[in-house]
C-alpha cells in the first residue's frame, strides 16, 4: 500500500458533511485516527464530557467497521510514530479553536511540512472561520446583534453540507492502536449508568434528535424555547459539540422547514455559538479571565457551603435547585435555566463564576469550551455584550414566569410537589398550615433559603456600584 492518508478525527465524529474526510477520500486509502491528547497542555475534559466521548468513538468505530485506530498521548510523537511505520502520505483534519489546541495544530503542521508530509486542514465545526467575520474596522465585534446580522448574515453563505464518501478502502494500525477502554474515560460508573437513559449518542443518534426536534420542537420554538418542563428545544448541543452533526447540516435542515419566525430564531441561536468562538479565538483567555478588567477588582465571596449547596441543588431555592438537580441527573440543564442558576451563583451567592464555569465543565455533557466560558461571562457580567450586572435574574418570578404551571420544579424536587403553585416557588413565604399538608418540614424535608433573595440582591448592586465607581 504505496498511497495512504490519515484523517484525524477529533471534534468530527461523523462521516456525514465531513470536508477533511471527504478530501482524505481520494487517497487510496485511508487510515481513521482518534488521539486522546493527555498531554500537560491540552484542557482535560469533564466527567460527563469523556462519558458522552466513549460511546461517540464507539459509534464512530462501528461507521467505519471497526476501523478506528485509538491512541493516547502527545499527537506530534503518535503521528510520527505512524508516519514512519506506515509510510503517510498525507494527513488530514477539521479545525479545532481551543488555544491550547491551535497551538499544537501550528507546531504539527511546521513539523509535518518539514518532512514533506501533505498536511490539509478544513473547517467542519463553524459555519464562519472566527477570522472572516470583523466589522467595518477590520476588528472582531463585541456585540451580538452587528455581529450576526451585519457580519454574518451579511457574509458568505455557509457551506452546504457534505455527503457521506463512498467506496473508502479504510486501514486499520493493529500494531500501535490501543483497546477504547484504555482511555479510562468511564470513572463514575454510577453517575455514568443514570445518564444513559436519557441519550443516543452518535451520529445516528444525532440525526435522530434533529428529527425529532423538527417534528414536535421547531413549530412553538421561538416562543416555547425558553419553557424548561416542554420539548420546544433540541437537546442537539451535545452532539454538535462532539461533532456528531455539523452545524451546516443544523442549517440547513432546519430553514428547509420554511416556518420563517422559528427557523430564524433557532439560526440565530447557532450565530450565538459563533459569536462565542469568535471571543475565544479573539480573547483567548476568555474561559478564566475577565473580559472587562473592572471587575478585577470585584469582591466576590468564598462559601464553601453556600457553593456545595448550589451544586447539589440543596438552595432552598426551587428554580434553581430544579436546574441543578436536572444537571446532575442528566448531564444538561435548560438554556434558561442556566441562566437563571448562573445569575443565582454570581450575583445573590456573589460567588466567582469560575467556579459555576467549572462545575459546567465537569457535569454538562454539552461542555464546550467557547459556549461555557462566554456564557458564565456573559451571565456575571463581565464578558463582552454581556447582561449588565445589576440584571438579576429573580429565581421565584422566573418560576412563576416560564414553569407556571410548575411541571419543571416538580420533575426535579418531588418533596415540594404537594405545595399550591402560589407557594412553590417560594416555600419559605408558604403558612405553616400548607406545608404541613404538603408534607414539608422547611430546615428537614427541603432546606431553608441559603439566602435571602432581596437582600443579596441589594448586596450585589452595591458590590457592583464600588467598581463601577472606582473605574469613573
Known sequence: MNDIAIHWFRKDLRLSDNPSLVAASKHSNILPIYIFDDTSDAITIGSASKWWLNFSLQALSASLDNNLSIYKGDPIDILKDII?????????????????????????????????????????????????????????YGVFTPFYRKGC??????????????????????????????????????????????????EDGADFCLEKFIEKGLSQYKKGRNIPAKPYVSRISPHLNFGEISPNQLWYRVLNERDDKNSDHFCSELGWREFAYNQLFHHPTLPTKNLQSKFDSFLWVTNEDQLYAWKKGQTGIPMVDAGMRELWQTGYMHNRTRMIVGSFLVKNLRIHWNHGERWFWETLVDADLANNSASWQWVAGCGSDAAPYF??????????????????????????????????????????SILTKAKIILGETYPNPIVNLKLSREAALTAFKEISAATQ
Open 153 to 202: 448574515l451579511q457574509a458568505k453563505k455557509p457551506r452546504i453540507p457534505l455527503p457521506s464518501p463512498k467506496n473508502i478502502h479504510y486501514i486499520f494500525d493493529s500494531e500501535r492502536s490501543i483497546q477504547l477502554q484504555k482511555l479510562n474515560l468511564l470513572s463514575n460508573h454510577s453517575w455514568h449508568e443514570k445518564l444513559k437513559k436519557f441519550w443516543s449518542i452518535g
Open 391 to 432: 440584571r438579576i435574574f429573580n429565581p421565584v418570578l422566573q418560576g412563576q414566569k416560564f414553569d407556571a404551571d410548575g411541571e419543571y420544579v416538580r420533575r426535579y424536587i418531588p418533596e415540594i410537589s404537594l405545595l399550591p403553585n402560589e407557594y412553590l416557588f417560594c416555600p419559605w413565604s408558604a403558612p405553616e
Open 84 to 140: 514512519f511505520r506506515l509510510n503517510i502520505k498525507a494527513v488530514y483534519w477539521n479545525r479545532c479553536y481551543e488555544p491550547w489546541q491551535i497551538e499544537r495544530d501550528k507546531k504539527i503542521k511546521h513539523y509535518l511540512d518539514k518532512q514533506n508530509i501533505k498536511v490539509c486542514s478544513f473547517n467542519g465545526s463553524l459555519l464562519w472561520e472566527p477570522w472572516e467575520i470583523k466589522n467595518t474596522y477590520d476588528k472582531p
